[in-house]
T-cell receptor
Framework: KNEVEQSPQNLTAQEGEFITINCSYS?????LHWLQQHPGGGIVSLFM???GKKKHGRLIATINIQEKHSSLHITASHPRDSAVYIC????????????FGEGTQLTVNP | GAGVSQSPSNKVTEKGKDVELRCDPI?????LYWYRQSLGQGLEFLIY????????KSGLPSDRFSAERTGGSVSTLTIQRTQQEDSAVYLC?????????????????FGPGTRLTVT
């Protein structure tokens, strides 16, 4: 079992829909990252959080440390949101290394 | 300002040859990371530098892999005697430390990657 599990693996939505991607992890963490990987391969860090909730534009990330679970929400989705979304955690005892989920492929159709 | 840059963007090499991949981090970023993404697989940590030292090199898959960083800036990842299973996209990221959750954490900025193909 992977230390970081994401669901769903693939998600197709219509433009305007509210989207949720989930991430569960099995180790104690100091921080959790959400990353976005565009079709060309470039990776952008969306959020880094260790508690509560963060919002940036149409993106919202939440984390529940007790339940070892995080969600990434996209409101009013748009075709340009189509990408792979990756959850990664920094373990409490793993120093600076990140452990990554497999990613969620999101496709938003117009 | 300039982001993380990597070179070359693509590299095709024959099995058994050595390759060097270069990463130029964002100026002033003390932390530097190398990752690998094999086809159809997730990202995999390789090595982490703080300054010129590598406190965590636990992700290097074999002794054919090595990395160095000079002047607290540019880093080179070297793969000796390349094998076909080394084919992947090699990504570099850099960061400044940030206090979060009572400890130091690092917002990472990724480079575009080097796509390595071993034939």
């Amino acid at each position: 079992k992977n230390e970081v599990e994401q669901s769903p693996q693939n998600l197709t939505a219509q433009e305007g829909e509210f989207i949720t991607i989930n991430c569960s992890y099995s180790v104690g963490i100091s921080a959790l990252h959400w990353l976005q990987q565009h079709p060309g391969g470039g990776i952008v860090s969306l959020f880094m959080l260790s508690s509560g909730k963060k919002k940036h534009g149409r993106l919202i990330a939440t984390i529940n440390i007790q339940e070892k679970h995080s969600s990434l929400h996209i409101t009013a989705s748009h075709p340009r949101d189509s990408a792979v979304y990756i959850c990664a955690v920094r373990g409490e005892t793993s120093g600076s290394r990140l452990t990554f989920g497999e990613g969620t492929q999101l496709t938003v159709n117009p | 300002g300039a982001g993380v840059s990597q070179s070359p963007s693509n590299k095709v090499t024959e099995k058994g040859k050595d390759v060097e991949l270069r990463c130029d981090p964002i100026s002033g970023h003390t932390a530097l990371y190398w990752y690998r993404q094999s086809l159809g697989q997730g990202l995999e940590f390789l090595i982490y530098f703080q300054g010129n030292s590598a406190p965590d090199k636990s992700g290097l898959p074999s002794d054919r892999f090595s990395a160095e960083r000079t002047g607290g800036s540019v880093s080179t990842l070297t793969i000796q005697r390349t094998q076909q299973e080394d084919s992947a996209v090699y990504l570099c990221a850099s960061s400044l430390a940030e206090w979060i959750g009572g400890g130091l954490n690092y917002e990472q900025y990724f480079g575009p990657g080097t796509r390595l193909t071993v034939t």
